[in-house]
């Protein structure tokens, strides 16, 4: 598997990272790296086998839809970047508004 | 011998004669730490206050009478990615820097109840990924037995902490050997319980169907009393599994006869270090002397566990990673356009060199059209990972390795290359991924004076069985009493 820059540069778009250029470089080699190792998987005949999630396996687990005590807000609030004391602050996202 | 010096049973007893405070030992394992620590660099944050005062809490109670827990006035470490209300949680991460729990974590609830006393966070790999914890943004931490050796990974500092006795007990969460990887390279006991028998509410998540949070100590009854406490159904973790919690104290001291012991000949192959494969036969000698019957196993798809895992676990972490988005918690970066940049240039900053590096393939491997290359394909080969392991324990009750290929590397020799790194994990991960307990425990010495780590592995729930085989090799040997000096 030969991986190139703008593979690279695609999958740091899908997931939010800015990358410099020389961490763009690096990962070209590295990612490309361990996307041959686990090349290794393709030896396996896993023909009708199913694919196993989760090691304990469990079904649904449901509890009673009934309301119980929460994180205050305040502590709910309290790590936030920018917070009015009410909400999340974020950039503005629609124009004109 | 010191305080320091001693078992978390021996300091109970000792405190229960009255010969010693729960004050006074706080305060010899923070003088540990004073006089040590700037050398071993386990600890991110030490709790003195903190400690000093649920320790006069312990000695308030037992003068008056009052029932006490079983782990009162024990000083405890605990592993940087688990949420202690009032403590920061950075999970080594610039990310996290500033991050400050706002509630207990499950763990953490239980060893409150039980009187333990917090000491400190210890260092990690960022978010646990890493085999060195030098993949912290903050510190390295170095080998108590060596210190230009890593300590392991990502646990690193949690087994530095109690290897150098700056805590008699530790936390640390294995996702791929992140507990007995450590605990083998220093010198230590280190238990992985079976998925879903700890919960994971409150650790913060790396890769949710791996991740199992587990106890470091000097020897197997101290590890059996940490599981025990930490051990049992919580409802705000819904892998939590609802089965009766055995009381592994009481039977720890049984041999148990007829011990079948199953061994992989090709683990003794390629990449094996010499001495390390020399003390892992005279461990299974040790069984044999035991009356053990030693079996020849097969795990055929053994080779395949480090891709598997390479995969799978990339895949959760790009997913329980992208809660970072520098809105409802963590690092925001100053300067940027729009939102979608506020992102990018957020996790961009707050994120180290393996943690993007992870969430990268992860999200490359879950992406359209590799979806079913890449993770599809590895979840279908951990089902034949777990096959083998449930063949193999029809004809053995456990399953003996050694815990890592060679004694600790030194500091700097994997950084540059990750994959190097990953290998590290070949013995460790197939329990991960099968969701079995497993246990690694001090068998060796190299001649360079490095601790060596003997793996052993039961079915799921089978943790009694574990620590009582794992205990019939301590009672037989001495490896577990050996202390780092720290000039």
Same mark, same amino acid.
């Given at each position: 598997?030969?991986?190139?820059?703008?593979?690279?540069?695609?999958?740091?778009?899908?997931?939010?990272? $800015?990358? !410099?250029?020389?961490?763009?470089?690096?990962?070209?080699?590295?990612?490309?790296? %361990?996307?041959?190792?686990?090349?290794?998987?393709?030896?396996?005949?896993?023909?009708?086998?199913?694919?196993?999630?989760?090691?304990?396996?469990?079904?649904?687990?449901?509890?009673?839809?009934?309301?119980?005590?929460?994180?205050?807000?305040? +502590?709910?609030?309290?790590?936030?970047?920018?917070?009015?004391? $009410?909400?999340?602050?974020?950039?503005?996202?629609?124009?004109?508004? | 011998?010191?305080?320091?010096?001693?078992?978390?049973?021996?300091?109970?007893?000792?405190?229960?004669?009255?010969?010693?405070?729960?004050?006074?030992?706080?305060?010899?394992?923070?003088?540990?730490?004073?006089?040590?620590?700037?050398?071993?660099?386990?600890?991110?944050?030490?709790?003195?206050?903190?400690?000093?005062?649920?320790?006069?809490?312990?000695?308030?109670?037992? $003068?008056?009478?009052?029932?006490?827990?079983?782990?009162?006035?024990?000083?405890?470490?605990?592993?940087?990615?688990?949420?202690?209300?009032?403590?920061?949680?950075?999970? !080594?991460? @610039?990310?996290?820097?500033?991050?400050?729990?706002?509630?207990?974590?499950?763990?953490?609830?239980?060893?409150? !109840?039980?009187?333990? %006393?917090?000491?400190?966070?210890?260092?990690?790999?960022?978010?646990?990924?890493?085999?060195?914890?030098?993949?912290?943004?903050?510190?390295?931490?170095?080998?108590?037995?060596?210190?230009?050796?890593?300590?392991?990974?990502?646990?690193?500092?949690?087994?530095?902490?109690?290897?150098?006795?700056?805590?008699?007990?530790?936390?640390?969460?294995?996702?791929?050997? !992140?507990?007995?990887?450590?605990?083998?390279?220093?010198?230590?006991?280190?238990?992985?319980?079976?998925?879903?028998?700890?919960?994971?509410?409150?650790?913060?998540?790396?890769?949710?169907?791996? +991740?199992?949070?587990?106890?470091?100590?000097?020897?197997?009854?101290?590890?059996?009393?940490?599981?025990?406490?930490?051990?049992?159904?919580?409802?705000?973790?819904?892998?939590?599994?609802?089965?009766?919690?055995?009381?592994?104290?009481?039977?720890?001291?049984?041999?148990?006869?007829?011990? @079948?012991?199953?061994?992989?000949?090709?683990?003794?192959?390629?990449?094996?270090?010499?001495?390390?494969?020399?003390?892992?036969?005279?461990?299974? +000698?040790?069984? @044999?002397?035991?009356?053990?019957?030693?079996?020849?196993?097969?795990?055929?798809?053994?080779?395949?566990?480090?891709?598997?895992?390479?995969?799978?676990?990339?895949?959760?972490?790009?997913?329980?990673?992208?809660?970072?988005?520098?809105?409802?918690?963590?690092?925001?970066?100053?300067?940027?356009?729009?939102?979608?940049?506020?992102?990018?240039?957020?996790?961009?900053?707050?994120?180290?060199?393996?943690?993007?590096?992870?969430?990268?393939?992860?999200?490359?491997?879950?992406?359209?059209?590799?979806?079913?290359?890449?993770?599809?394909?590895?979840?279908?080969?951990?089902?034949?990972?777990?096959?083998?392991?449930?063949?193999?324990?029809?004809?053995? +009750?456990?399953?003996?390795?050694?815990?890592?290929?060679?004694?600790?590397?030194?500091?700097?020799?994997?950084?540059?290359?990750?994959?190097?790194?990953?290998?590290?994990?070949?013995?460790?991960?197939?329990?991960?991924?099968?969701?079995?307990?497993?246990?690694?425990?001090?068998?060796?010495?190299?001649?360079?004076?490095?601790?060596?780590?003997?793996?052993?592995?039961?079915?799921?729930?089978?943790?009694?069985?574990?620590?009582?085989?794992?205990?019939?090799?301590?009672?037989?040997?001495?490896?577990?009493? $050996?202390?780092?000096?720290?000039?």
């Amino acid at each position: 598997m030969q991986l190139s820059l703008s593979d690279v540069q695609k999958v740091a778009k899908l997931s939010r990272l $800015k990358l !410099s250029d020389e961490e763009q470089a690096r990962y070209v080699d590295q990612i490309g790296q %361990i996307l041959n190792y686990v090349e290794l998987l393709n030896e396996v005949d896993t023909d009708g086998i199913e694919p196993m999630a989760h090691a304990a396996e469990l079904t649904n687990v449901f509890r009673d839809d009934v309301r119980k005590e929460s994180l205050e807000r305040s +502590d709910a609030l309290s790590n936030a970047p920018k917070s009015d004391g $009410k909400y999340f602050l974020v950039p503005q996202i629609l124009e004109g508004a | 011998m010191s305080l320091t010096g001693k078992t978390a049973t021996e300091l109970l007893q000792l405190q229960q004669q009255g010969d010693v405070t729960a004050v006074e030992l706080t305060q010899a394992y923070l003088d540990r730490v004073q006089k040590y620590d700037s050398q071993v660099q386990a600890y991110l944050g030490v709790d003195t206050a903190g400690a000093l005062q649920a320790a006069d809490e312990v000695d308030r109670k037992r $003068k008056a009478g009052e029932s006490l827990g079983l782990l009162a006035g024990l000083p405890i470490a605990i592993k940087d990615n688990l949420c202690v209300k009032g403590w920061n949680a950075t999970c !080594s991460s @610039r990310m996290l820097h500033n991050f400050q729990s706002p509630y207990n974590a499950h763990v953490i609830e239980r060893l409150n !109840s039980e009187d333990a %006393i917090l000491l400190g966070r210890t260092n990690l790999d960022e978010f646990a990924m890493g085999s060195s914890c030098e993949n912290s943004a903050f510190q390295k931490t170095f080998n108590p037995w060596n210190l230009e050796t890593a300590p392991g990974g990502s646990s690193g500092g949690s087994a530095a902490a109690v290897a150098a006795e700056m805590a008699v007990v530790s936390l640390g969460s294995d996702t791929g050997g !992140s507990i007995r990887q450590p605990a083998s390279f220093c010198g230590i006991v280190g238990l992985k319980p079976t998925y879903g028998r700890v919960s994971r509410y409150g650790l913060i998540a790396f890769a949710s169907s791996l +991740d199992q949070i587990g106890p470091f100590a000097h020897n197997m009854t101290d590890a059996a009393l940490l599981f025990q406490t930490i051990s049992g159904h919580d409802g705000r973790d819904s892998t939590s599994v609802d089965a009766p919690v055995p009381d592994v104290l009481s039977t720890l001291e049984q041999p148990l006869s007829g011990l @079948r012991v199953g061994v992989v000949p090709e683990h003794f192959s390629e990449g094996l270090h010499t001495e390390v494969a020399d003390a892992v036969r005279n461990a299974i +000698d040790v069984y @044999r002397q035991l009356g053990a019957t030693i079996t020849e196993i097969e795990l055929p798809h053994t080779r395949y566990g480090v891709a598997a895992y390479y995969v799978i676990a990339p895949c959760e972490a790009s997913s329980n990673l992208a809660r970072y988005d520098g809105v409802h918690y963590g690092h925001r970066a100053e300067n940027f356009g729009n939102l979608v940049e506020m992102y990018e240039a957020s996790r961009g900053e707050g994120f180290g060199d393996e943690v993007k590096r992870r969430i990268m393939v992860g999200t490359y491997a879950l992406s359209s059209g590799y979806y079913d290359a890449y993770y599809l394909k590895a979840m279908k080969v951990r089902r034949k990972i777990a096959a083998d392991y449930a063949t193999a324990f029809h004809n053995v +009750d456990v399953i003996l390795t050694p815990t890592t290929p060679t004694p600790a590397f030194r500091l700097g020799d994997l950084v540059s290359d990750p994959l190097q790194m990953y290998l590290n994990d070949i013995y460790t991960i197939g329990a991960n991924l099968a969701g079995l307990p497993g246990i690694s425990l001090p068998c060796g010495m190299s001649s360079d004076g490095l601790p060596i780590g003997l793996q052993l592995l039961a079915p799921a729930f089978e943790e009694e069985r574990l620590l009582r085989a794992a205990r019939m090799f301590e009672k037989e040997t001495d490896w577990h009493l $050996k202390r780092p000096v720290l000039e």
